[in-house]
């Protein structure tokens, strides 16, 4: 499976992005999904993911009710809707696919990483 994220940018806190993670390869709608993120200076880390189906998502507390997570199985996408952003979203982010049973919230459960798009809040 080969990812790749998109839909980064400078926005001002307030403001809303929606990054998308296209992936290509066989399967995709078998695959576990998952975003993460990382500042400069810092580990990457969990922001959210959704099981194969699309039934579940789960996210990291910092996120919950801004972000939301969702899957296109027909179209090979996943998507992470963020709302009101702050500058401490400040971030790469990435997406990732893992082919175990999900969500899963840790980076060791995901086999597969794309590039990171770049997501930039001013204050």
């Known amino acids: 499976v080969q990812l790749q994220a998109c839909g980064g940018g400078l926005v001002q806190a307030g403001d809303s992005l929606r990054l998308s993670c296209a992936a290509s390869?066989?399967?995709?709608?078998?695959?576990?999904m998952g975003w993460f993120r990382q500042a400069p200076g810092k580990e990457r880390e969990f922001v959210a993911a959704v099981t194969w189906s699309g039934g579940s998502t789960y996210y990291v507390d910092f996120v919950k009710g801004r972000f939301t997570m969702s899957r296109d199985n027909a179209e090979n996408t996943v998507y992470l809707q963020m709302n009101s952003l702050k500058p401490e979203d400040t971030a790469v982010y990435f997406c990732?696919?893992?082919?175990?049973?999900?969500?899963?919230?840790?980076?060791?459960?995901?086999?597969?990483w794309g590039r990171g798009t770049q997501v930039t809040v001013s204050s």
């Open positions: 990732a696919a893992g082919s175990l049973a999900g969500p899963g919230t840790t980076k060791a459960f995901y086999e597969y």
């Open positions: 390869g066989r399967s995709f709608s078998s695959y576990a």
